[in-house]
């Protein structure tokens, strides 16, 4: 049932006469009363640009832009407020109006010239994979379990391409860059080499179609919502700030600020993303409590082997 409404919504998206925005919504909304406000804004804007891989890539585009900038403004603001202080990781390093502008436009440069050609040509790709882009949209459990997923598949890519690049030539050539600010900010989560840009990218991106090309079972919507998601973590993980509400205090193997604060600032450990779970079993977790974790250990050890 489901397939035959997609199939009819697809055919008269194809099919219809209007040349308006509007227009198309009031026809869509006409024959299709099962659709939701949402679902028929999709239709809508799909039929009115008559050009899927246009469309798409309009929408994932600007999707990003917002999402990205959007993000990284309200902690633009928090760095200028005395107040949040407190919540500084490094408190006494907060940047400055120009290193904000230097990175705005290394970011935009890197988003025009390697992400917007890449966001491009996602349509035929993810199409040629079985992704879907009609309506009805999945629904929200089904959505929710595979992000579920695709952050535990991102998390363990960035942690072991995120580790080899820390390995003398990759970090000296590719990974500097992105190191260039010891104390992070928001803004600075994807101020990063064209290489890293597109290598780490392939978790966020590369993932999600894997898993279409083996399960043919995944929506565009629920890739929007994933990137999303995807987009604050890097974000605010970069933000510099640690608060009492920070999400990692009620899921401890959440990584969140201070996890990749500490990496920025002391250059090595801590290279997962999402999660601490492979910096915790491979022992390259970073800072002074895993310091003192790893003392502790080496005294224990050095007992037993006295007895």
Known sequence: MAAQVMNATSSFMSN???????????????????????ERLWASWYAYMQNDVLATGIMSFVMHEVVYFGRSLPWIIIDQIPYFRKYKLQA????????????????????????????WLFHPMAKFFGMDTDVPFPSALKMAMQIAVFFVLEDTWHYWTHRSMHWGPLYRYIHKIHH??????GMAAEYASPI??????????????LWCAIT????????????????FQAVDSHSGYEFPWSLHHFLPFWAGAQHHDVHH???????????RWWDYMLDTESGPEAAKRRRERKTMTEGKKVQ
């Open 92 to 119: 006494t390093k907060i940047p400055t109006a120009h290193e904000q502008w230097q990175c705005a436009k290394l970011v935009l440069l890197s988003h025009f010239t390697v992400e917007l050609p890449q966001i």
């Open 180 to 185: 260039q600010y010891s104390a992070p900010f």
């Open 196 to 209: 890293e840009v597109m290598v780490l990218g392939f978790g966020t991106v590369g993932c999600p179609i």
């Open 265 to 275: 600032e002391r250059f090595i450990g801590n290279y997962a993303s999402s999660f």
């Open 216 to 231: 043919g079972d995944l929506h565009i919507l629920t890739m929007y919502i994933w990137i999303t998601l995807r987009l």
């Open 16 to 38: 219809t006469t209007t040349d308006s925005f509007v227009g198309c919504f009031n026809e869509i909304s006409q024959y299709n009363v099962h659709l939701n406000v949402f």
